[in-house]
């Protein structure tokens, strides 16, 4: 590492604020350009291969299927299971239904090994195979794994840079906070998002690659190659706005402000988690526990459980055969959404300063009711089923949003380990505030204020904090 040692106290996440935002203005790395690195991308296609083939679930082997209850667990009784859950959420215009859930309480690792090189933070990214890729590699964390992986329950091999993150206190913490995962599907899956800065030398291994912040941010433009995991981590990095660099126009110059703790905001934070509370306090949800093979509207067919409505997702099952793994080959249940959803945040400039529309949402897996979700959380095709009153807000200023105000727009995959071929369209779109007024559910923050409350677990939801990535991506895009 080079450069002075951090100071201590409260000033270490100033400072290191201030070194990711020079990170995030990065455009080129020491290491690796961005036409290298495309190079070297493909190249690892050829060896880290991902040959999937769906099964039917009663084809799985190494799981078991309870015969009372049809709920689907490992022989190991680790990695995951899935059975049946049962909702009710009073006065919402959809009080009731039941579904199939994951089942995970182990809590994984993700995280991001971070080094200095000429002055800079680099990040040490890996290329990484999973089965529900839609294109089976992606830009993935330095280590992702849950507890049964990094445990070797699998009987592979030792996931590696592990240690950095097992033993974090022998290096500089720059993120640590456990967060939750998708609430629709997941049942209270929590993760650990770390970033952690290595203070010696550290190895290169096949397969992965030092890139800057900035260069990951050019990287995210580009559909399904940044995965759901890197965005997660990305997201709770501190960041500051730099001073140093000037606006390129005033939209710039409106997200570079809102980045800054002392510029005006709608609410002051203590209102927010006041709003938070309130919202968690007063949200009604019943969850009751159910066997998979007796939830009511679905049904086993063709090998899949699948909804009646043929809307939702599908749970279905895979083979899977790997380059680059810990395991070469292994079957696995997962669960397939039925269209390609819409992932919206409207961003507006109050007072000079930008401001993102956040929706105070539940969902039956998050472990404390409501999470901040982005404007819009949706697949736009379920709506032909559910009852007009369960039509987002706002949801038109996606489908048909003004060209001229569309500030990001790319289609991300969510995470390929549990999820087959998910993939949603991220957009950030800018309107004006009267255009979205606030409701009870909905509120204007500052990204100061999104950082603040990303210190901290289960306040903004996985897709939320995805976009929060999306929106650091923008500081260096113009200039």
């Given at each position: 590492?080079?450069?002075?040692?951090?100071?201590?106290?409260?000033?270490?996440?100033?400072?290191?604020?201030?070194?990711?935002?020079?990170?995030?203005l990065?455009?080129?790395?020491?290491?690796?350009?961005?036409?290298?690195?495309?190079?070297?991308f493909?190249?690892?296609?050829?060896?880290?291969?991902?040959?999937?083939?769906?099964?039917?679930?009663t084809?799985?082997?190494?799981?078991?299927?309870?015969?009372?209850?049809?709920?689907?667990?490992?022989?190991?009784?680790?990695?995951?299971?899935?059975?049946?859950?049962?909702?009710?959420?009073?006065?919402?215009?959809?009080?009731?239904?039941?579904?199939?859930?994951?089942?995970?309480?182990?809590v994984?690792?993700l995280?991001?090994?971070a080094?200095?090189?000429?002055?800079?933070?680099?990040?040490?990214?890996?290329?990484?195979?999973?089965?529900?890729?839609c294109?089976?590699?992606?830009?993935?964390?330095?280590?992702?794994a849950?507890?049964?992986?990094?445990?070797?329950?699998?009987?592979?091999?030792?996931?590696p840079?592990?240690?950095h993150?097992?033993?974090?206190?022998?290096?500089?913490?720059?993120?640590?906070?456990?967060?939750?995962?998708?609430?629709?599907?997941?049942?209270?899956?929590?993760?650990?998002?770390?970033?952690?800065?290595?203070?010696?030398?550290?190895?290169?291994?096949?397969?992965?690659?030092w890139?800057?912040?900035?260069?990951?941010?050019?990287l995210?433009?580009?559909?399904?190659?940044?995965?759901?995991?890197?965005?997660?981590?990305?997201?709770?990095?501190?960041?500051?706005?730099?001073?140093?660099?000037?606006?390129?126009?005033?939209?710039?110059?409106?997200?570079?402000?809102?980045?800054?703790?002392?510029?005006?905001?709608?609410?002051?934070?203590?209102?927010?988690?006041?709003?938070?509370?309130?919202?968690?306090?007063?949200?009604?949800?019943?969850?009751?526990?159910?066997?998979?093979?007796?939830?009511?509207?679905?049904?086993?067919?063709?090998?899949?459980?699948?909804?009646?409505?043929?809307?939702?997702?599908?749970?279905?099952?895979?083979?899977?055969?790997?380059?680059?793994?810990?395991?070469?080959?292994?079957?696995?249940?997962?669960?397939?959404?039925?269209?390609?959803?819409?992932?919206g945040?409207?961003?507006?400039r109050?007072?000079?300063?930008?401001?993102?529309?956040?929706?105070?949402?539940?969902?039956?897996?998050?472990?404390?009711?409501?999470?901040?979700?982005?404007?819009?959380?949706?697949?736009?095709?379920?709506y032909?089923?559910?009852?007009?009153?369960?039509?987002?807000?706002?949801?038109?200023?996606?489908?048909?949003?003004?060209?001229?105000?569309?500030?990001?727009?790319?289609?991300?995959?969510e995470?390929?380990?549990?999820?087959?071929?998910?993939?949603?369209?991220?957009?950030?779109?800018?309107?004006?505030?009267?255009?979205?007024?606030?409701?009870?559910?909905?509120?204007?923050?500052?990204?100061?204020?999104?950082?603040e409350?990303?210190?901290?677990?289960?306040?903004?939801?996985?897709?939320?904090?995805?976009?929060?990535?999306?929106?650091?991506?923008?500081?260096?895009?113009?200039?």
């Open positions: 590492m080079t450069g002075d040692p951090p100071p201590p106290g409260p000033a270490r996440r100033v400072h290191d604020a201030r070194r990711i935002a020079h990170s995030a990065a455009r080129h790395g020491s290491h690796t350009t961005l036409t290298q690195f495309h190079h070297w493909r190249a690892h296609h050829r060896h880290r291969h991902a040959r999937v083939r769906p099964i039917p679930l084809a799985l082997q190494g799981w078991r299927v309870d015969p009372d209850t049809g709920d689907i667990h490992h022989h190991t009784g680790r990695f995951f299971s899935l059975h049946g859950l049962e909702v009710r959420l009073p006065g919402r215009p959809v009080a009731h239904w039941s579904q199939p859930i994951i089942n995970q309480p182990e994984g690792i995280g991001i090994l080094r200095e090189f000429d002055g800079v933070l680099h990040f040490l990214m890996q290329a990484k195979v999973e089965p529900g890729n294109n089976g590699l992606q830009l993935s964390p330095t280590v992702q849950t507890r049964s992986n990094y445990t070797r329950v699998h009987g592979g091999a030792q996931v840079y592990l240690d993150f097992r033993d974090p206190a022998a290096h500089h913490r720059i993120a640590d906070v456990r967060q939750s995962e998708q609430g629709a599907w997941f049942y209270q899956k929590r993760n650990r998002n770390m970033v952690v800065e290595a203070t010696g030398d550290v190895e290169v291994r096949d397969g992965f690659q890139l800057t912040l900035g260069q990951i941010h050019q995210l433009a580009e559909d399904d190659l940044v995965n759901m995991d890197v965005r997660t981590v990305l997201s709770c990095l501190p960041l500051a706005a730099p001073s140093e660099v000037p606006a390129t126009d005033d939209f710039h110059a409106a997200l570079l402000r809102s980045a800054d703790p002392a510029a005006p905001s709608r609410h002051d934070l203590d209102d927010l988690l006041h709003w938070i509370t309130e919202a968690r306090s007063a949200t009604e949800l019943q969850l009751t526990r159910v066997p998979l093979n007796r939830l009511a509207d679905w049904r086993h067919h063709d090998g899949r459980i699948i909804h009646h409505s043929g809307h939702f997702f599908e749970v279905t099952a895979v083979a899977v055969r790997a380059g680059g793994r810990e395991v070469a080959q292994w079957t696995q249940p997962m669960i397939r959404p039925t269209g390609l959803g819409v992932i945040l409207l961003v507006a109050i007072h000079g300063v930008l401001h993102a529309l956040l929706h105070a949402h539940t969902e039956p897996g998050y472990a404390d009711v409501v999470e901040l979700a982005p404007t819009v959380q949706c697949t736009p095709a379920n032909q089923y559910l009852p007009a009153a369960a039509r987002p807000a706002y949801l038109d200023q996606f489908l048909r949003p003004d060209p001229q105000r569309i500030r990001f727009d790319t289609t991300l995959s995470e390929g380990g549990r999820f087959y071929h998910a993939r949603n369209r991220y957009l950030i779109v800018e309107t004006d505030p009267a255009h979205a007024p606030e409701t009870p559910e909905h509120r204007w923050l500052t990204l100061h204020q999104l950082g409350l990303l210190r901290h677990s289960y306040y903004l939801n996985v897709q939320a904090r995805s976009l929060v990535s999306c929106l650091h991506s923008l500081f260096g895009a113009t200039t």
